[in-house]
T-cell receptor, first 113, second 115 residues
Framework: DQQVKQNSPSLSVQEGRISILNCDYT??????FLWYKKYPAEGPTFLIS?????DKNEDGRFTVFLNKSAKHLSLHIVPSQPGDSAVYFC????????????FGKGTHLIIQP | NAGVMQNPRHLVRRRGQEARLRCSPM?????VYWYRQLPEEGLKFMVY????????ESGMPKERFSAEFPKEGPSILRIQQVVRGDSAAYFC?????????????FGDGTRLSIL
């Protein structure tokens, strides 16, 4: 049972435009959400996170939006740059912290010149 | 480099052999997590350890897999009598404390191939 779903396996965006990556979850116990970026043959790199008590968190070109009623979050990257081409994973964690992350299957973002 | 260090990066084993994967957390981090990634899949949580303690092993198969994080030295994920289905990338992550708002930082993984 996939508790964190990223329904778009890939996304192609033109350089300079906005990239929007989506993530849905089913477990209402999730309290904290994270986005990771992963290049081939490397480990995931933490990008940005958001607590369930917030609906938006911004860090430079990256903004994460959380719609708790819809159990949906999205990552916005603007403007998109060639170095942003990677696989992006959405991850979630329940309250208390004493557990591992639940990951989606990832979205492969391709930035076109 | 103060990042999470995993070794070896690549490991090849024949069916029935043992595989040992090592993870040194970031300096000052005392919480370690192991994940497994099968091809075309996301990372799946296996086990969460603090120094000398297993906190949560709910994601680890009951047989053949074990993990430890001794007082001194790296964390070890051990797979006994490996089978073809164990072929995957195994990632280790660490955090300063186990609190919910502290992100986990990942190593570059060990790619395990079973012949």
């Amino acid at each position: 049972d996939q508790q964190v779903k990223q329904n778009s396996p890939s996304l192609s965006v033109q350089e300079g435009r906005i990239s929007i990556l989506n993530c849905d979850y089913t477990n209402s116990m999730f309290d904290y959400f994270l986005w990771y970026k992963k290049y081939p043959a490397e480990g995931p790199t933490f990008l940005i996170s958001i607590s369930s008590i917030k609906d938006k968190n911004e860090d430079g070109r990256f903004t994460v939006f959380l719609n708790k009623s819809a159990k949906h979050l999205s990552l916005h990257i603007v403007p998109s740059q060639p170095g942003d081409s990677a696989v992006y994973f959405c991850a979630a964690r329940t309250g208390g912290g004493a557990d591992g992350l639940t990951f989606g299957k990832g979205t492969h973002l391709i930035i076109q010149p | 480099n103060a990042g999470v260090m995993q070794n070896p990066r690549h490991l090849v084993r024949r069916r029935g052999q043992e595989a040992r994967l090592r993870c040194s957390p970031m300096k000052g981090h005392s919480h370690v997590y192991w994940y497994r990634q099968l091809p075309e899949e996301g990372l799946k949580f296996m086990v969460y350890l603090q120094k000398e303690n297993i906190i949560d092993e709910s994601g680890m198969p009951k047989e053949r897999f074990s993990a430890e994080f001794p007082k001194e030295g790296p964390s070890i994920l051990r797979i006994q009598q490996v089978v073809r289905g164990d072929s995957a990338a195994y990632f280790c992550a660490s955090s300063l404390q186990g609190q919910i708002n502290q992100p986990q930082h990942f190593g570059d993984g060990t790619r395990l191939s079973i012949l």
